[in-house]
């Protein structure tokens, strides 16, 4: 059985193959990147691929995105947490944290809101505001910070960001509907995805091992 399995398998993927060789089906023209960035509203090509003519293939990207943070919090939660939860000491890092924090998160937006004009975007911004958070942990930490984030409504702010996310985009194809506004929304509600995502690792795993 898992022989005659194993050759489908390899059958259907030599198929596959060939059928990409006969050029049945010639792939769509593609458009200078200038001429597409124009029409969707970006200033550089890769915003136009990755919020314009792929969106779909982004859209699918934080879905897995958010199926992976969905993994870590049912799978860890069970687990319990540390018995001793650490408490960092004062020093430079816990001097500076708040200090630095603003700046990280304000260049974290920026980056989400000029990324269809030049390098950025929602995930970089996420991230970096996700390393906001962890230097904040490392200074505070990680139950004190998760208090003063009010947890509880992270969670539904995950759910409700990404049904926004997929509606719009889902809506925008169909209805042809473009522009640099729609780009900046979209960068922005990816951002806020990835930074709760990446709380959501920092926490859990955290709060498991009883350090960061």
């Known amino acids: 059985m898992k022989r005659a399995l194993t050759i489908a398998l390899l059958a259907t993927l030599l198929g596959i193959l060939l059928f990409g060789l006969t050029d049945l089906f010639p792939p769509a023209e593609v458009r200078p990147w200038a001429e ?3 029409a969707y509203g970006a200033g550089n090509g890769v915003a136009s691929i990755v919020l314009g003519s792929r969106l779909y293939d982004t859209l699918l990207e934080v ?8 993994g870590v919090r049912y799978t860890l939660k069970p687990l319990g947490k540390w018995r001793e939860p650490v408490v960092p000491e004062r ?18 937006v920026y980056l989400a809101a000029s ?25 505070k930490g990680i139950e004190r910070l998760s208090r ?29 509907h473009r522009g ?7 960068n922005l509600l ?13 926490h859990y795993f955290a709060s498991h091992r009883g350090e960061i």
Request: glycine share 14%; proline share 5%; with cysteine.
């Open 36 to 38: 597409m960035a124009r």
């Open 63 to 70: 879905l897995v995105f958010a199926l992976a943070m969905v």
């Open 91 to 108: 020093g430079v890092v816990r001097e500076m944290a708040d200090v630095l924090l603003p700046v990280i998160i304000v260049f974290a």
């Open 115 to 139: 990324g269809h004009l030049g390098p950025g975007g929602g995930f970089p911004a996420g991230a970096i505001a996700g390393s906001g958070l962890l230097l904040l942990a490392m200074a």
């Open 148 to 176: 003063e984030l009010h947890e509880g409504t992270l969670e539904p702010l995950e759910y409700g960001t990404i049904a926004v996310l997929l509606v719009l985009g889902c809506l925008s194809i169909p209805l042809n």
């Open 180 to 186: 640099s506004g729609l780009l900046v929304v979209f």
């Open 190 to 202: 990816i951002g806020i995805e990835v930074t709760i995502g990446a709380w959501v690792v920092l």
